[in-house]
């Protein structure tokens, strides 16, 4: 048996493409801020890949590069400043943010409104009490990249490897809901967890997010399962122009043989992540209009 390859640069494509027709019939144009604070690569490459959907989509999109030694006070300032702008519909802190500036405080200080990342405070609580609210976009992107596989989530015991903010905790919370698309059993492992294997032999639909270059091999995985790969890693590949390569939390090639339907890295999740971002600021666009 060889797994279907789920095709996340294709998903996100036709996503993008009704994504269009929305932004046409909006009388205003959706405005996306994105802040990058240093010049971290990895980074420096989402903000590009951001910049690219904005431009494809017709979304309005402003980059605001600051420099790594920028004050804590100073990006509260800008964060303000785009808070009360009416053509910035979204705003995008990129994180990781350098060692000085507290994180948590620069998350808290954009408008619950305008936080298409999905990671204020306000709309994480909506997300656990299952009230409308924007989503976390790697999530989201996972959900939806399921939903239209024809993969069906209600009733299969989904297990997550990870229990980062950014991925493992919501995603666990979103396939959780009491909702369409959702109605899983939901088991969240980590680093603590013990004998990971039982529990990832278990999963009807396997998440692994927990960043160590293919750590889940094919005697990690129960024969059938869905496999989403959300790990991006390095490793050194001589045999590359570059001198390395990107592989997944999943060593691809094993787990292939074995699973129902695989993501590959690249090409799996990473583009649905973009996608759902630019989703969100539509939808802060659609939102912030009927409030005004």
Same mark, same amino acid.
């Given at each position: 048996? @060889?797994?279907?390859?789920?095709?996340?640069?294709?998903?996100?494509?036709?996503?993008?493409?009704?994504?269009?027709?929305? $932004?046409?019939?909006? +009388?205003?144009?959706?405005?996306?801020?994105?802040?990058?604070?240093?010049?971290?690569?990895? @980074?420096?490459?989402?903000?590009?890949?951001?910049?690219?959907?904005?431009?494809?989509?017709?979304?309005?999109?402003?980059?605001?590069?600051?420099?790594?030694?920028?004050?804590?006070?100073?990006? /509260?300032?800008?964060?303000?400043?785009?808070?009360?702008?009416?053509?910035?519909?979204?705003?995008?802190?990129?994180?990781?943010?350098?060692?000085?500036?507290?994180?948590?405080?620069?998350?808290?200080?954009?408008?619950?409104?305008?936080?298409?990342?999905?990671?204020?405070?306000?709309?994480?609580?909506?997300?656990?009490?299952?009230? =409308?609210?924007?989503?976390?976009?790697?999530?989201?992107?996972?959900?939806?990249? *399921?939903?239209? @596989?024809?993969?069906?989530?209600?009733?299969?015991?989904? $297990?997550? %490897?990870?229990?980062?903010?950014? %991925?493992?905790? =919501?995603?666990?919370?979103?396939?959780?809901?009491?909702?369409?698309?959702?109605?899983?059993?939901?088991? %969240?492992?980590?680093?603590?967890?013990?004998? /990971?294997?039982?529990?990832t032999k278990?999963?009807?639909?396997?998440?692994?997010a927990i960043?160590?270059?293919?750590?889940?091999?094919?005697?990690?995985?129960?024969?059938?399962?869905?496999?989403?790969?959300?790990? $991006?890693?390095?490793?050194?590949?001589p045999s590359?122009?570059?001198?390395?390569? *990107?592989?997944?939390?999943?060593?691809?090639?094993?787990?292939?043989?074995?699973?129902?339907?695989?993501?590959?890295?690249?090409?799996? $999740?990473?583009?649905?992540?973009?996608?759902?971002?630019?989703?969100?600021?539509?939808?802060?666009?659609?939102?912030? +209009?009927?409030?005004?």
């Amino acid at each position: 048996m @060889s797994a279907k390859i789920i095709d996340g640069k294709a998903i996100a494509a036709e996503m993008q493409e009704e994504m269009k027709g929305e $932004v046409k019939a909006l +009388k205003n144009k959706p405005g996306l801020a994105v802040v990058l604070v240093g010049d971290n690569p990895a @980074s420096r490459v989402y903000v590009n890949m951001k910049k690219k959907a904005c431009a494809r989509l017709e979304i309005y999109s402003e980059e605001h590069k600051l420099l790594r030694e920028t004050s804590e006070q100073d990006l /509260l300032e800008l964060i303000n400043k785009l808070n009360v702008d009416e053509k910035i519909h979204g705003i995008l802190v990129q994180l990781p943010l350098p060692d000085h500036i507290n994180e948590g405080k620069i998350l808290n200080a954009i408008d619950p409104a305008k936080d298409v990342d999905g990671f204020h405070p306000i709309n994480v609580g909506n997300l656990v009490i299952g009230k =409308p609210s924007f989503l976390p976009c790697t999530p989201y992107g996972i959900q939806q990249l *399921l939903l239209k @596989s024809g993969i069906r989530i209600e009733g299969k015991h989904v $297990v997550v %490897v990870g229990r980062s903010n950014i %991925v493992g905790k =919501p995603v666990a919370l979103i396939l959780l809901q009491k909702a369409q698309g959702a109605n899983a059993t939901v088991t %969240v492992c980590h680093s603590r967890s013990g004998d /990971l294997s039982y529990y990832t032999k278990q999963a009807d639909i396997l998440i692994a997010a927990i960043g160590r270059a293919e750590m889940i091999k094919k005697n990690m995985v129960k024969e059938g399962a869905v496999v989403i790969d959300v790990g $991006v890693n390095r490793v050194d590949d001589p045999s590359s122009e570059r001198g390395y390569k *990107l592989v997944g939390d999943v060593d691809f090639e094993e787990v292939k043989e074995i699973a129902s339907a695989i993501t590959p890295v690249p090409g799996g $999740v990473g583009p649905m992540t973009i996608t759902m971002l630019m989703h969100n600021t539509i939808k802060a666009a659609k939102m912030q +209009k009927d409030i005004r």
